[in-house]
């Protein structure tokens, strides 16, 4: 008779990760690390996609102390026997739509999989930002986390000031993107972001790009993308975009930047009450200061 594993969880690909005690030292995929880390698990390493680098990637790490973490590397540079010795018991990973396992390459993911549980959440388009943290609370949960400690109720007061600044604040055009080049700008298309879906319901009135190729991205010049008019700009602060700071060197970009409120905007952020409250806030406090 196979022995009962004394802890399990069904992951959004229909997969049953097991063990014979509850984990307690997981390896994630940097989003879902800082996930973890604000539910008070704290991960013994973590990974980075193939837009990453050397080094994690202080945007998505968000609260991480990632200086005190094992970085087991970038999408095609992790390495399966790496990731094994750190000793993980538990693997939570992320993906978009599919089962694949996002930021390692399959036979890395195949391999880690015949060896250690894994948990794999879906944060792709058809998942909403609500849907995606609640999935994420269970599985913290699970491990051990408090469940008052989750931070539901700063994250409900957040939601709440945003919502009555954006009915006062009516008409304010933001725009989401992410800075490409010194001749080109990938500007977000709303509807593909969960984040930007939830600011939406909260009333902000998000600029909509042009329709065209791309199903997360319209890429532009940055003429293009002041003709949008935005008063608010949630710029993409990843380590793969171009940095805020040589935005005023663009020419082109110039006029936008003498009169809109820039917010810092992490595309992966972490899928928990605290990070979306924080994100909630920045935005809000952007409102205020338009609105003035």
């Avoid at 700008?185 to 909260?202: F, G, I, M, Y």
Wanted: hydrophobic share 45%; charged share 25%; net charge negative.
């Amino acid at each position: 008779m196979a022995r009962k594993k004394d802890w399990e969880f069904l992951d959004d690909r229909g997969r049953l990760a097991a063990a014979a005690t509850t984990p307690s030292r997981p390896v994630a995929y940097i989003q879902a690390g800082a996930t973890l880390f604000d539910h008070g698990i704290r991960p013994v390493g973590i990974f980075g996609s193939n837009h990453d680098g050397d080094t994690a990637d202080p945007a998505k790490a968000g609260p991480l102390p990632v200086g005190d973490i094992a970085y087991l590397g970038s999408g095609s540079r992790v390495d399966a026997d790496a990731v094994l010795r750190a000793d993980p018991d538990l693997v939570v990973a992320v993906a978009y739509g599919t089962d694949q396992v996002y930021g390692l390459d399959p036979d890395t993911a195949k391999y880690i999989e015949e060896r250690v549980p894994v948990v794999v959440f879906d944060v792709g388009q058809g998942r909403s930002l609500g849907d995606v943290r609640d999935r994420f609370t269970a599985l913290a949960r699970s491990l051990g986390a408090d469940a008052d400690s989750s931070g539901a109720v700063e994250l409900a007061r957040a939601e709440g000031r945003l919502r009555t600044l954006a009915a006062r604040a009516a008409g304010l055009r933001v725009l989401a993107l992410s800075p490409a080049t010194r001749d080109s700008v990938h500007l977000a298309r709303p509807r593909a972001w969960a984040d930007l879906r939830a600011l939406a319901d909260c009333g902000i009135g998000l600029v909509e790009p042009e329709c065209g190729p791309g199903a997360s991205w319209s890429t532009v010049d940055w003429t293009a993308a002041v003709s949008l008019r935005p008063d608010i700009v949630l710029s993409d602060v990843r380590a793969n975009a171009l940095p805020v700071d040589r935005l005023s060197a663009i020419e082109a970009w110039r006029p936008v930047a003498g009169r809109a409120r820039l917010v810092p905007w992490n595309p992966e952020i972490p899928c928990s009450h605290l990070a979306h409250a924080r994100f909630f806030d920045a935005v809000a406090d952007a409102v205020e200061a338009s609105a003035g």
